[in-house]
């Protein structure tokens, strides 16, 4: 199999799995809505990894999915668990690269 359709697999199954956690106690109530974006998040770029799985040209647009997702993802998991603010500032490039991917993955 594609290796971006692995990872999107994968990246979906750890998304179900962070938002059981969050949902069941993990995460203090005020925090809670930070956790919930950053799963949906989660959950757009593994949709968006297994999508790009099926194109020819798929490296670029693939590549900047993965790291849009990690940059804003993780951050916000850490953020939402331990209320240290140190990585926020990595969430808006993860944005930016999940945009290029999409504008990629509609040039290539």
Known sequence: PDLYFTIGC???ATSIFTQSF???GGIEYELKEVWKNSV???QLGS???LFV?????RHI???LFLL???FFCLPCYYYAYTK???YNFLMPYGGMAVMAGWVALGLL
């Open 68 to 70: 849009g997702t990690c």
């Open 84 to 86: 240290d603010r140190q």
């Open 47 to 49: 949709l968006s990894l």
């Open 40 to 42: 949906n998040f989660q």
């Open 22 to 24: 969050g949902h069941h």
């Open 53 to 57: 799985g099926s194109k020819a040209y």
């Open 61 to 63: 647009p693939g590549g």
């Open 10 to 12: 994968l990246s979906m």
